[in-house]
């Protein structure tokens, strides 16, 4: 089949500036670009209007948890609306492969807690009947509308191999023999790498660390070292320091990762702000650190605040402030006892605002939350006002005022911190956005459903960092979402609009492109909701020369490859300049 994008401007992922160009595309690749190339396309040819639009490689996300998701919702919604193409998961130690059957109950309760994935979807839309990694990929071939590609997770490994071991013990060397045969098996499957976390927000379904925060760096050193026996493939963690700032240590061993793992490790997330702008260029440090001894580490950065949504009832974030996770893991009646409790709360308060909460001790100025949903009665009068105005009316403490309400309310109530971006933020995301030890990405679409909606990152990246601002020019804007990632993850033929590459495609009006509102949607499997955005001027998303968006809807065809280690990608070797290569 022939498809011309006649009338375009053509911005072609390499940053060279755009040109005006016709794009032709015959079948899943990209024929022909040039002034005049749709004049040759044939007569029976399908032919998209691109007058005054840009049209641009896909976009490319490279840290998502749509593992779970793509099965019943085949277009991984909505990050193809915000021109998402290729979707990269199984991060952060989470995979839902390789799996016995007796761990499908933990591995489901993990995922629910850890990446805010409703339970009653997880068990009304999965089968739930494969067994190794390459039976699970099997499932989504022929049935996806995106590219998708997988890591193999650490805690997932762990339980496999460990069982209810796996939390909190100590690998034997059978433990770390079984282990690495088990990630073997997973890479020469099709997995795309490793990924791994010790973070302390991380806690499973009981409440108690995820099985890969008992790793011993014996354990972790082993599992990296595994990898590089495998073509196309790459390393993805979290530890601790990410979020409070790396120690020695961890500089350390993000390094070592890269070097036994012959690949680029990249982490997650950094976060960049004009309150505290020495934090960021102090976390990239760890890629100079690792470049002098030959090694490759990669930030994954945001280009926009967060817009979360909290909840007492999951607790997700909160349970990673200190002394909170044991209160979360309790059932909700005891939970709410416990939350009414003063001395409770004192202790709660004092972890909140302890240097050991680092970066979540932002989420700790408790006056400054609104009340973005409450349900009982006598709490109608604080929905969409501030917990400050409310503990003043109500002559309490701020932290009492709030508790109050999430008690009256179930655990139900809605929160959200307020959104503070000043210019100066946006010029220093913009700064690091173009520092080759970080990287644009990082959404976590497909996780935190009910908490945050991190698909926009695209969009507003477009919209708000250069349609608005003017921070960086469109070519090196798309560069940043397109062949940077790409590039880093070595995907063959991705990330260029350029002919013979695959024909992943996004057509957009650059006076218009943004994202809209943040909003509910009761659209899960067993009834469960989620955030949703949709996105703002963008026309015509393609994968693999189909048209999987058209005019702000989906159009129901499933284009997209699983894409697989080794057959998919290439390799990326520790210590090359792959940000250089992706020019």
């Not at 004049?39 to 490689?57: K, N, W």
Request: charged share 20%; hydrophobic share 45%; aromatic share 6%.
């Amino acid at each position: 089949m022939t498809l011309a994008i006649r009338g375009g401007t053509v911005v072609d992922g390499t940053g060279t500036p755009p040109v005006r160009a016709d794009v032709v595309m015959e079948g899943e690749r990209v024929a022909a670009i040039g002034p005049d190339a749709g004049r040759g396309a044939g007569g029976d040819a399908t032919v998209i209007d691109a007058g005054g639009m840009l049209v641009t490689p896909g976009f490319v996300d490279l840290h998502t948890h749509y593992d779970a998701q793509l099965f019943w919702d085949p277009n991984a919604s909505p990050s193809p609306l915000h021109g998402v193409t290729t979707v990269l998961g199984g991060n952060c130690g989470f995979s839902l492969a390789p799996l016995a059957p007796e761990h499908v109950d933990y591995i489901s309760r993990m995922m629910a807690r850890v990446e805010g994935m409703p339970l009653a979807a997880l068990r009304a839309g999965l089968p739930w009947d494969w067994t190794s990694f390459g039976e699970w990929l099997g499932h989504l071939d022929g049935r996806i509308a995106v590219n998708a590609g997988f890591l193999v997770g650490h805690s997932t490994l762990r339980r496999l191999v460990m069982g209810e071991r796996a939390v909190g013990g100590t690998a034997s060397a059978a433990d770390l023999d079984a282990l690495e045969g088990a990630l073997h098996a997973a890479l020469a499957e099709g997995a795309l790498g490793f990924s791994t976390s010790q973070v302390h927000t991380h806690n499973d379904g009981d409440g108690q660390p995820v099985p890969s925060r008992a790793a011993s760096r014996e354990e972790l050193e082993r599992l990296a070292a595994a990898v590089r026996d495998h073509d196309g493939t790459t390393v993805e963690l979290i530890v601790p320091g990410c979020l409070n700032g790396f120690t020695e240590e961890e500089v350390d061993l993000l390094a070592t990762m890269s070097l036994l793992a012959d690949r680029p490790v990249n982490w997650n997330v950094l976060g960049v702000s004009a309150m505290n702008p020495d934090n960021g260029w102090n976390q990239l440090a760890a890629g100079t650190t690792a470049a002098a001894r030959g090694a490759t580490v990669v930030a994954l950065t945001l280009p926009h605040t967060m817009q979360l949504r909290l909840s007492f009832e999951h607790g997700a974030i909160l349970d990673g402030l200190p002394g909170w996770r044991e209160v979360f893991a309790l059932p909700p009646a005891e939970r709410m006892a416990a939350f009414s409790d003063p001395e409770t709360r004192r202790r709660l308060d004092a972890g909140a605002q302890s240097e050991e909460a680092g970066i979540l001790r932002h989420l700790a100025v408790w006056d400054r939350l609104v009340f973005e949903e409450t349900f009982a009665p006598e709490n109608a009068d604080a929905e969409g006002r501030t917990v400050g105005e409310i503990a003043r009316e109500r002559g309490v403490a701020p932290f009492d005022a709030l508790l109050d309400v999430v008690v009256a309310d179930g655990l139900r109530t809605g929160l959200r911190p307020p959104i503070g971006e000043s210019e100066e933020d946006w010029v220093l995301r913009a700064q690091t956005w173009q520092d080759g030890r970080a990287i644009v990405g990082g959404s976590d679409a497909g996780a935190h459903l009910d908490t945050m909606c991190g698909a926009i990152y695209s969009t507003s990246m477009l919209g708000d960092g250069v349609r608005a601002r003017g921070l960086l020019s469109w070519e090196q804007a798309v560069r940043q979402l397109t062949d940077v990632p790409a590039r880093l993850y070595g995907l063959r033929d991705r990330g260029r609009l350029v002919p013979g590459a695959f024909a992943d495609v996004v057509v957009f009006d650059p006076s218009t492109i943004g994202h809209g509102a943040v909003r509910t949607r009761d659209d899960l499997p067993g009834g469960a909701s989620r955030l949703y955005a949709e996105a703002v001027g963008v026309g015509h998303v393609l994968a693999n020369g189909t048209e999987i968006v058209r005019e702000g809807g989906f159009t129901g065809a499933v284009p997209g490859r699983v894409l697989r280690s080794g057959r998919d990608t290439d390799t990326v070797h520790a210590g090359c300049d792959w940000a250089a290569a992706a020019v």
